[in-house]
């Protein structure tokens, strides 16, 4: 009976090879997944004249998660008038910025206050695949003993999205779609 001997830098031989290849495999098919679960995205436009509430003007441009609401900056009306000190208080009196936000699904949406939505000339504009094109998936890292790969998503409030009630648990749902084929079929196919 021969013997055979094992070569002491197999695992690390291994871990660099085959096995760094079929991490990248599976890190790539779950960031593709998950481009094709990804919510589109949607920016709050304002129609960019001097009737713009302020709060609308501080949301215009707010590109985020289409399954998200946006946030407008609350408002208090400020009166005109003189403090006890003879001071103007707020010369022009009007609407002014408040601590906290509103949230809404849309402009004009039923769940801001009255004084946010009557009236309003925003639009919301849907924006595809902008959450898509943040996910990417890295190189394998190879050490001795572990082979490993990130599949990252950047996009503003993206982890909110993947937390939110409505249409939440996408990127999720990517990587429990790409394992399930993996365990169907050794090579993923």
Known sequence: MGRTSIRGDLAARLAAGPVARHVHRVAEAIA???????????TWITAHDERVRPSHNAAHGQTIPANLPYRLPKTVYVRKGRGSDGRAINPGGGWKLAPGHDLADKPRDPRLPVHQRINCRCTSREVPGAVAAGITASEPDVTPTRVSATVTARFPRVGESELADHGGGWFREAARTVAARYRATPAGR
């Open 32 to 42: 593709r997944q998950a481009r094709q679960n990804a919510p589109p995205a949607k």
